[in-house]
């Protein structure tokens, strides 16, 4: 930039002039035509067309900083190639407890197991349906408070949008006797009456299921709480909330309490409890109580087969007992496990791990980080003949034989009881597996969880399941004062003073309060999908087995050949000790023990999909400078230029300053004394 100054003292001359010399040298496009045009008119157009490209130029630029500061991202899918690691395998024998093991329970669990528990069960038909113009519709609700009218509206949106479950009658029945027959004949009724209407229940239709049978029995009393919408709201303000957080203080009615796994310490202080038999404790003043008591009053006619309340009061009474106790009657995989092999090398018993499910008991994970497969097809999969022990199942609560088994990232913990798949004996099963891996940005391009944290408070690596179990259970221990009575991952929540939610029918309520509330998003965990995730696509293909020949020949000779043949083989060994031929129901009867399943990749490609960062820094930058560019031809340069011409401005008052300063002032009788001596010395 050329500066204006004096051509004979070389020296700033004036502000106007600098600017003037700025504007015609610049490189920014118009601005020299402010001092260039001839005429004024021009010079008023150029100002005029120059603001309004600032004006767009700044506009675009807001733009552009609007969308850096979303942080969009975008979603890549490639396909790659590379040896995988080969995923963990659960398996579950479906049947809990084996009958030669069952003296070793409760006698609580005993009774229950023969049927002679008091009280017995009321059997349940379906009543129809309503009719239609009588079902809830959220447009026509009316609501007696207006000052809690905005909350009801949100909350029924999220509560009566969703389908209730169908209302049903109870039918007692007017004989005592019948009732208390065992259950397989109840099933067996059951299933004459209705054959194909049979559905799985909630978790919290079973709750409500031990409520009634603890009711039925005896066990608790249940005082019923009904009243009306004025009476709910009366009651709520009066009583204190039982179910106050552990923390100290904010009530299970707030419909807060994200978790994000950041809390130091995984115990539940148990003193601050104070029971309260009448069922007042659980109201709360969000008024959810009120919709959940309607719930309640629906589920309490709803149906539930007698062979269905027999296994949840089995299962409740089965987790009463030491968790020792439920793996000493459960089957163990020395005796499931009849062959094992993984790339062709064998594997034994020790290459399992032991966990505990609720409603299958003992399961026992295949995994370890050294398995990598490095070829695709069945002959290098993992191949497990198992046996399932058919003659060890308790008839009374076993309908069918069979096997569960989950397939899963390592470290996570299985959920068999809602993922896999149900494996039959009598045949071999092959899945072939397609692995997806899954990255997803994280903050703040995207809202991921790595699990480190989850990680260090429970010793699992974190899936959204076991978030939002693991969220289930600190609820319920921290508000109940009890251990779930669902299927409960024992990680060190609960105090060792804590009994089960479903010894207390009131116990039984609290926890089926906070299972309606969650279920319902009036208490958010607060779950995110995790950053890194494998998904395991898999396709299911079976054949009969195994043939008649070599389960003589194979099969029952590699039984036999043990020391210790189990009770239920003895009489097939001797047969064939002796050569007495197998005929065809023996060989069923034994077949129908045994299962094989093949586990192994279909290929080696593996897609990868991953979240990257749509817009960078880079970019930005690049943007900005094409809008620069676009609006005023402007360039980073440009921009030196203007502070250039800023410091030469500081630097022009900087230096009128020190002029000043620097300047002497005479007075007017010292200047003409000096004057007149200066005019003498030149006369002498």
């Known amino acids: 930039m050329i500066m204006a100054v004096d051509k004979d003292t070389n020296t700033v001359t004036s502000m106007k002039e600098m600017m003037q010399s700025m504007a015609e040298n610049s490189s920014i496009h118009g601005v020299s035509r402010w001092v260039t045009s001839r005429y004024w008119y021009q010079r008023v157009l150029w100002v005029l067309v120059f603001l309004g490209a600032t004006g767009g130029m700044s506009y675009q630029l807001s733009l552009l900083f609007q969308s850096f500061q979303s942080y969009p991202v975008k979603t890549s899918v490639d396909l790659k190639f590379s040896v995988l690691s080969f995923p963990a395998v659960s398996v579950c024998n479906m049947n809990p407890i084996r009958m030669s093991k069952l003296s070793l329970t409760s006698t609580d669990t005993q009774n229950v197991m023969n049927g002679t528990t008091n009280g017995g069960f009321s059997g349940r038909k379906k009543r129809s349906l309503k009719d239609k113009s009588k079902q809830i519709d959220d447009r026509t609700l009316k609501w007696s408070n207006p000052a809690s009218e905005s909350y009801q509206e949100d909350l029924v949106d999220k509560l009566v949008s969703s389908k209730l479950p169908r209302r049903r009658q109870r039918h007692e029945s007017s004989n005592p006797d019948l009732q208390r027959r065992p259950a397989l004949a109840s099933y067996k009724r059951y299933v004459n009456h209705h054959k194909n209407a049979h559905a799985p229940l909630s978790w919290l239709d079973t709750l409500f299921a031990l409520r009634n049978l603890k009711t039925i029995a005896g066990e608790g009393k249940h005082k019923d709480v009904k009243f009306n919408q004025v009476g709910r709201q009366k009651r709520s303000h009066e009583s204190g909330d039982l179910l106050s957080d552990a923390t100290g203080g904010s009530s299970l009615g707030s419909s807060s309490g994200d978790y994000t796994w950041s809390g130091s310490g995984t115990g539940f202080d148990t003193s601050t409890y104070t029971p309260s038999g009448d069922g007042s404790g659980y109201f709360s003043a969000d008024g959810s109580w009120s919709y959940y008591q309607d719930y309640k009053d629906e589920m309490d006619n709803y149906v539930i087969d007698e062979w269905t309340e027999r296994v949840s009061q089995f299962h409740a009474e089965f987790l009463k007992n030491p968790s020792d106790t439920r793996e000493k009657v459960g089957h163990s995989i020395g005796d499931m496990l009849f062959s094992c092999a993984f790339n062709g090398k064998e594997c034994y018993e020790n290459n399992f791990t032991l966990f505990q499910s609720l409603e299958y008991g003992n399961c026992y994970t295949f995994q370890d980080s050294s398995y990598i497969t490095k ?70 391009h995207g809202k991921c969880e790595s699990g480190e944290e989850f990680k260090k408070l429970f010793g699992i690596e974190y899936t959204i399941p076991a978030c939002l179990k ?86 029952l000779k590699d039984i036999c050949s043990n020391k210790d043949v189990k009770w239920y083989f003895q009489s097939d060994c001797y047969l064939l000790k002796n050569k007495i031929t197998i005929d065809d129901a023996a060989a069923t009867r034994i077949a129908q023990n045994f299962l094989k399943v093949v586990i192994y990749f279909e290929d080696l490609n593996y897609e990868e999909i991953k979240e990257e960062p749509m817009y960078d820094g880079f970019q930005f930058v690049s943007d900005i400078g094409g809008a620069l560019g676009l609006f005023m031809g402007a360039s980073i340069l440009s921009f030196v230029e203007v502070f250039q011409f800023l410091l030469e401005i500081l630097n022009l008052l900087r230096s009128k300053i020190f002029v000043r300063r620097e300047t002497t002032i005479i007075p007017v009788k010292e200047m003409m004394f000096y004057q007149r001596n200066e005019e003498m010395k030149e006369i002498s």
Not at 417 to 435: A, C, Q, S, W
Not at 512 to 528: D, H, P, Y
């Open 375 to 444: 070829r695709s097809g069945p002959l290098l999969g993992l191949r497990l003949t198992l046996n399932i022990e058919t003659k060890e199942y308790v008839s009374e609560y076993m309908d069918a034989f069979g096997l569960r088994l989950v397939i899963h990232e390592p470290g996570t913990f299985p959920f068999p009881e809602e993922e896999g798949f149900t494996l039959n004996p009598m045949y071999e099963t092959t899945i072939g597996m397609r692995l997806v891996s899954i990255k997803r940005a994280s903050e703040p």
């Open 470 to 555: 693991l969220c289930r259970q600190r609820e319920i221990i921290s508000r109940c004062k009890c251990i779930p009575s669902e299927s409960y991952i024992d990680v060190g929540l609960a105090n060792d003073g804590l009994k089960l939610c479903s010894n207390s029918t009131e116990k039984i309520d609290c926890e089926a309060f906070l299972v309606f509330k969650l279920e319902n998003n009036l208490i958010n965990c607060n779950c995110r999908s995790p950053c890194r995730q494998k998904v395991y696509s898999t396709s299911l293909s079976g054949r009969l087995w195994p043939s008649q020949k070599f389960l003589t020949e194979h099969i």
